[in-house]
């Protein structure tokens, strides 16, 4: 557990990083052009570090499902969400949002156990875990902006 | 409302990246599933914008090289989530996602790194994390 653990958090503090970065890049270009190179870059380095790990087996894929295929897409509703999200909505509410929205999704997989997940029972535990969580993301996020702190600009 | 869907919409869809990446992960391994899903939707996003007009690709040469090189760093990130969900399921993984990501953001916020505009360290924003941390030994324990 340890391991996933140093893994769920070297990503998410990537995901911080990527996201200031990324919206840096938005700032000049538009959105379309920033999420081409950002999954072209992802490409590249996956593809690379693949190589490096895997060498040829990289490329000898068995066991393919047509769907795998369209997965990709998913990486471009999520900017087309958040972009608009943003636009209507500004950073903080939006993102407090997705925030939310993710926990519920995994919570709701995770219970059913699609997606190979392995099937966690619901509990009234979890449930509370989560709202506890939520409120922790909202006030993280509402929190001193009466005092006029700046919301941080994310978007994937 | 529109914008509350696209919101909530999003959020459902970047944990569903997760979770179909760690099925195709199971299936044909998971740096074969982050090159396929990356350059699939690398592809998308290009023809998309071969689509529209406003193409202004020649802004990239404004911006700080470093800043370009982020979408790199989803290879770390897709091994990362994957590996986490597969051992631990996925919301744990993105409850402990979350908090790193919201404190690395507050990190960068207060010391002004990467030019962001530097933010006074607030009560609200600990707060905010120790409930986080709180609840996630809430769903764990």
């Known amino acids: 557990m340890l391991i996933g653990i140093f893994w769920a958090l070297l990503a998410g503090a990537l995901v911080g990083l990527q996201n200031i970065f990324n919206s840096k890049v938005n700032e000049r270009a538009n959105s379309w052009a920033t999420t081409a190179l950002v999954l072209g870059l992802g490409f590249l380095a996956s593809l690379v570090i693949g190589l490096i790990v895997e060498g040829k087996k990289l490329f000898a894929v068995q066991h393919m499902e047509l769907w795998f295929w369209f997965s990709g897409i998913i990486g471009v509703g999520v900017v087309v969400c958040m972009v608009n999200g943003i636009k209507l909505l500004g950073p903080t509410y939006a993102i407090s949002i997705a925030m939310t929205s993710q926990l519920v999704f995994a919570l709701l997989w995770d219970s059913l156990g699609w997606f190979g997940l392995e099937q966690v029972p619901f509990t009234f535990k979890q449930f509370i875990g989560v709202i506890v969580i939520v409120s922790g993301i909202f006030v993280f996020k509402f929190g001193g902006l009466l005092q006029g702190r700046k919301p941080a600009v994310q978007g994937e | ?141």
């Open chain 2, 1 to 141: 409302m529109r914008g509350l869907l696209f919101a909530f919409l999003g959020g459902a869809l970047i944990t569903l990246q997760g979770v179909a990446n760690s099925r195709i992960s199971q299936s044909i391994g998971t740096w074969q599933a982050a090159t396929l899903t990356q350059w699939t939707g690398f592809v998308t996003a290009l023809l998309i914008l071969l689509f529209i007009r406003d193409r202004k690709l020649r802004e990239f040469k404004q911006v700080k090289p470093l800043y370009l090189t982020g979408g790199a760093l989803a290879a770390i990130i897709i091994f990362g989530n994957v590996t986490a969900i597969q051992q631990m399921g996925a919301t744990f993984t993105i409850s402990a996602l979350l908090i790193a990501q919201l404190s690395l953001t507050f990190l960068i916020d207060s010391k002004g790194w990467f030019g962001v505009a530097k933010q006074k360290m607030q009560a609200p924003q600990f707060i905010g994390i120790l409930l986080m941390v709180a609840g996630v030994i809430i769903l764990r324990f």
